[in-house]
């Protein structure tokens, strides 16, 4: 696909992939942007970035003015060509997925201070190029006007098995159960947040992916991009 044909007359093309926790958003998301040939930016990775450091700083989760003031002392950027997560320059790729780390991002993620900075900085990122973006509010709040919306989901045991079989390839073991109970949680903190919470669009198509390959998925997703375009 010609990405010359992305401009359009609200500016570049924008994908956005919202859905649940383990629904596949990151991985149809950098595929789908590798297949086009543009930018893919994880902005659940920023949230987790600064939830990571909010860790290492022993920061306490309850306090929303110290978590903003926090988003706006943290660089956070993305190496593009490979991929990699930096937060002040430090390598957080594998860092930000540890258990720990997904236990807290929906606190940080409900503060409004830190939405409204990682927000701007996200649609900043948005305007300059043809992107693709997941998360869980990036049609409904921050690419509103987005060229193609999407929300991803799948049953709760399948997005377990999802998570568990990528926390596996990381090297850290988990009961099955275990990560369905924590899903759920993150579930139900992102559905009744009162800042931006997780919603699928009106104008969103619907893919349940729960008995779709992945690679199924991605064609639905470039098909769904191409009568768009069209």
């Not at 942007?33 to 990571?52: C, E, K, N, P």
């Not at 973006?133 to 006007?145: A, E, F, H």
């Not at 899903?183 to 997780?198: C, E, F, G, V, Y």
């Not at 998925?217 to 991009?225: N, P, Q, W």
Request: proline residues 3%.
């Amino acid at each position: 696909m010609d990405t010359n044909q992305f401009a359009h007359t609200n500016g570049f093309l924008q994908i956005a992939i919202d859905g649940p926790a383990g629904a596949g958003k990151s991985s149809v998301a950098r595929t789908v942007a590798q297949r086009l040939g543009i930018l893919y930016l994880d902005t659940g990775a920023m949230y987790r970035a600064l939830t990571w450091k909010a860790l290492r700083h022993n920061i306490d989760f309850s306090g929303p003015n110290t978590l903003t003031q926090l988003a706006l002392d943290t660089v956070i950027t993305f190496d593009t060509a490979t991929g990699r997560v930096l937060c002040d320059e430090t390598d957080v790729t594998e860092a930000i997925r540890i258990p720990q780390v997904s236990e807290n991002v929906s606190a940080v993620a409900a503060v409004p201070g830190v939405r409204a900075r990682l927000t701007e900085l996200q649609r900043n990122i948005a305007r300059a190029c043809p992107i693709v973006l997941d998360g869980r509010d990036i049609g409904s709040v921050v690419l509103p006007q987005a060229t193609v919306k999407i929300f991803l989901t799948a049953d709760l045991d399948r997005r377990a098995e999802r998570r568990q079989k990528d926390l596996r390839e990381q090297g850290l073991h988990v009961d099955l159960r275990q990560v369905e109970r924590d899903i759920a949680a993150r579930d139900d903190k992102d559905s009744n947040r009162s800042t931006a919470p997780l919603r699928q669009a009106p104008d969103a198509v619907l893919i349940d992916t729960s008995n779709m390959t992945f690679e199924e998925v991605v064609e639905e997703v470039l098909a769904l991009v191409r009568r768009v375009m069209s």
